[in-house]
């Protein structure tokens, strides 16, 4: 049995040990600086754990880079000049320092300590009280975000240097004036620092002794750190080309798109690599083979991609100037899901463990879960009734508890499909169909089904009435045929009509002679003899009166 000494010794040194889990915290630097490394791999290595609380904040000032993530907390500077602390659980404002002049960069994290540029001075800002331990005056302005390798911190400028600097101290240890000015974070593999200028002109600089290695003009300004994938460095230009040249001599290896192709937009995204491809922005997202440049797929977006994107399992999440957070499968470019906010996104994204983090135009901090929690939520109808060869509108409501974008998939049952949030579709034939149609979130999809019940053409009005268009039907060809029967009736009855309405007509042989007028022989009236009587009679002239009775009744009989 040990001394009681000896176990009294050993309790103290276990309640050291468990004090000093408990002080320390247990969440390092998990994106600490633009890019996530020296390197601007642009990805987080910590596996995905799953779902995340989300939030947003406004903190006051346009945010244009991602935020620095460390010790559970968000590092971000402002338009307005803060460097601002946030806690990562729900976007809380923790603490805030006033440096001054617009920051424009992201903050490096190193040993309770965030190095922040602000105007023409690089400060060091301790965690712990807020004061600064040190800061670095250079002569123009500090537009680029800063990178540490090994115990440097590499910093360009305005004023066309590249400084690199103690962390501890504060102190300069070399400048080396290049071209022009340098607006963007430089990148370090190895012993070689890689950094453009606004000119165009890409450099090899060694990292420790800040001596030129080589150099490579690439006719277009430089804006965006360049990504390095062993031996390949890759830069995007103002001129719309990504190029990857060779670590150790500058060597142009690839340029995409090709010489004789035409440019794209202006990339003015620090492009980010993994497992052997390179992605970057500009009219959309792109991904392409690091060894030769070509082009593995492409993702369109709804306007300019300038902010970086952020890699995680298998996962690429970006912003986009249309106001959308996308997240991709990073092997087939397919929108896994998209978040719509009420913003412009220019910052690009960081993440710490099951968040992506991005800044808006507008001043809110966006929190956002790479993993989806819960499902979408589908209301809808179980049953319709429809008509042979009618436009039936399928429409649900959908909805998604994290706010994300739903896609919908309907299958109509008879073989057709359709993609849309609310399409129409017609059946040809009669008959129970099952509809089923399939919101998704991206990661999780909720599943809704619909009984349509097609009725035949004929057996239905568009008022409802059973048989209405069959007696409509019936009712026309009835009346049709009276009509034609009318017009037959009145054709034989004109063929048949005599001279004067229907009267039976007289063979001309059968007629009576006509009847001769009067002759006047002196005075008296002769009738004309026929030819069965004897000579003609005389008689006298009637008086005038008589005459005309006479004549009447004589017209009469005619």
Not at 413 to 421: I, K, L, Q, R, W
Not at 467 to 492: D, E, N, Q, R
Not at 527 to 539: H, M, N, Y
Request: hydrophobic content about 40%; some cysteine.
């Amino acid at each position: 049995m040990r001394p009681m000494s000896e176990r009294n010794t050993m309790l103290a040194f276990a309640i050291f040990i468990l004090a000093m889990l408990l002080v320390v915290p247990t969440a390092a630097a998990e994106w600490p600086m633009e890019g996530a490394d020296s390197e601007h791999s642009g990805e987080q290595m910590t596996p995905l754990i799953g779902p995340a609380n989300q939030w947003t904040v406004q903190v006051d000032g346009e945010l244009m880079c991602p935020p620095a993530t460390a010790y559970a907390n968000l590092y971000l500077g402002t338009s307005d000049g803060y460097l601002r602390v946030i806690d990562e659980r729900d976007g809380r404002v923790l603490w805030d320092v006033k440096l001054g002049e617009t920051i424009c960069a992201t903050p490096l994290i190193e040993s309770q300590t965030a190095i922040v540029p602000a105007g023409n001075t690089l400060y060091a800002v301790a965690l712990t009280n807020k004061s600064v331990k040190w800061s670095f005056e250079a002569v123009g302005a500090l537009r680029a975000s800063p990178v540490l390798h090994d115990d440097l911190i590499y910093i360009g400028s305005e004023d066309k240097h590249v400084y690199a600097i103690d962390k501890y101290t504060g102190e300069l240890v070399w400048s080396l004036k290049l071209d022009d000015v340098v607006a963007a974070s430089a990148s370090v593999a190895g012993l070689t620092l890689v950094v453009g200028t606004e000119s165009g002109m890409l450099y090899g600089i060694h990292r420790t002794e800040g001596k030129e290695r080589w150099r490579a003009d690439l006719g277009s300004s430089i804006s965006t750190a360049a990504c390095i994938s062993q031996s390949t460095t890759m830069v995007g230009t103002y001129g719309g080309r990504l190029y990857g040249l060779d670590m150790d001599d500058g060597e142009v290896l690839w340029e995409f798109p090709n010489a004789v192709e035409p440019a794209l937009d202006p990339i003015l995204t620090t492009p980010v690599t993994n497992s052997g491809l390179v992605y970057f922005g500009s009219d959309g997202l792109y991904c392409l083979e690091v060894s030769n440049g070509l082009r593995v797929w492409f993702q369109q977006a709804g306007d300019t991609v300038r902010g970086s994107p952020a890699i995680v399992d298998n996962y690429l999440v970006f912003g986009s100037y249309d106001g959308l957070l996308r997240c991709l499968d990073k092997n087939t470019g397919k929108v896994v899901w998209r978040y719509r906010s009420d913003t412009v996104f220019r910052s690009g994204a960081s993440i710490d463990y099951d968040k992506v983090f991005i800044g808006g135009r507008n001043g809110r901090l966006y929190a956002r879960s790479v993993l989806n929690a819960q499902a979408p939520v589908v209301i809808g109808p179980f049953t319709l009734e429809a008509e042979a060869h009618d436009s039936i509108l399928f429409k649900v409501e959908a909805s998604d508890p994290e706010g994300n974008m739903l896609a919908f998939s309907w299958d109509f049952g008879d073989g057709n499909t359709s993609a849309e949030v609310s399409p129409l579709h017609e059946y040809p034939l009669a008959g129970e169909y099952l509809v089923e149609v399939a919101v998704s979130d991206g990661t999780k999809t909720k599943r809704h089904t619909i009984t349509v019940v097609v009725n035949p053409f004929e057996t239905r009005s568009s008022d409802g009435d059973v048989a209405g268009s069959s007696m409509a039907l019936i009712a026309g060809a009835i009346g049709a045929v009276v009509v034609v029967l009318l017009v037959v009736f009145f054709l034989i009855i004109r063929k048949r009509g005599g001279v004067a309405d229907g009267a039976e007509t007289i063979p001309p042989e059968q007629a009576p002679a006509p009847m001769e007028e009067p002759i006047a022989v002196d005075g008296a009236v002769v009738d004309t003899p026929r030819f069965d009587e004897g000579p003609p009679v005389a008689t006298p002239y009637p008086p005038p009166a008589e005459v005309v009775e006479v004549q009447e009744v004589w017209e009469e009989n005619r």
